[in-house]
């Protein structure tokens, strides 16, 4: 009897310590958990889901969404056929956005725009598809027409999207001086990465390096839930840093 517990504790434990490993894959937290996971056994498994995947599971319960999301989509594409409405348009071209199918987003936000549109909100999203699908200079007209209407738009990310936009049209003077102005504002990790990335290319490193840094920066003083959104942007800085001639 004692044997068979210690046969089932052992697989209980292989387990723990799969599921561990695979969440420190797909999540990719600091490495010294690695070493916990694989030097501490189960145990260490243990510990890494309690203070690592447990946490996680607010991101988790966003992945979940991804049903709705896709179920309201159907409808939508449905629903267009008979009643091709501009709202109708810009609530797909929303979904698309938030499910990654950004050829599609730009399409219905086409479709959703019209002259009598005049919230910014439509131009701006189909100006962040168009960035995401590395098409700047579509971005350009309608991140500059957001700007014109409000600076501050989407708490200064449409200006940092439009700096990165002048960096990646042959905009150097534009892009520094929106740059500047947004960073002084902004302590969004994708706007710091964006205009180090941006300095890179100008081959100024030394400035790039500190950009990247202040995006590392932040981590120790944010809560978990707020390092695990930033985790993209910290692997990013990282990489740069490690691109970066000392």
């Not at 590395?134 to 971005?139: H, K, L, M, R, S």
């Not at 994708?190 to 990247?212: I, K």
Request: net charge positive; charged share 25%.
């Amino acid at each position: 009897m004692g044997s068979l517990f210690l046969f089932a504790f052992s697989w209980w434990g292989i387990l723990l310590q799969a599921f561990a490993i695979i969440h420190f894959i797909r999540r990719r937290p600091d490495r010294f958990w690695l070493w916990i996971i694989l030097i501490g056994g189960w145990l260490g498994a243990l510990v890494y889901i309690a203070v690592e995947a447990v946490p996680d599971a607010g991101l988790l319960r966003q992945s979940f969404k991804v049903f709705p999301r896709r179920k309201r989509i159907r409808e939508l594409e449905l629903a267009v056929i008979d009643n091709p409405s501009a709202g109708n348009y810009e609530e797909l071209g929303d979904l698309y956005l938030e499910d990654g199918h950004f050829a599609n987003a730009r399409q219905a936000y086409d479709k959703a725009i019209s002259s009598r549109t005049d919230s910014p909100d439509p131009f701006y999203r189909r100006g962040v598809a168009a960035i995401q699908m590395g098409d700047f200079a579509a971005a350009l007209p309608d991140l500059e027409r957001v700007g014109a209407t409000d600076p501050t738009y989407d708490f200064h990310r449409a200006a940092g999207l439009l700096a990165h936009a002048y960096a990646n049209t042959g905009q150097p003077e534009k892009a520094e001086a929106l740059f500047r102005q947004v960073t002084k504002i902004s302590t969004s990790s994708e706007t710091y990465y964006n205009y180090a990335c941006f300095l890179a290319s100008q081959q100024r490193n030394a400035e790039a390096r500190e950009w990247g840094r202040q995006i590392l920066e932040k981590k120790p003083s944010m809560p978990g839930y707020l390092r695990r959104r930033e985790r993209q942007w910290f692997r990013k800085a990282n990489a740069l840093l490690k691109r970066l001639p000392a």
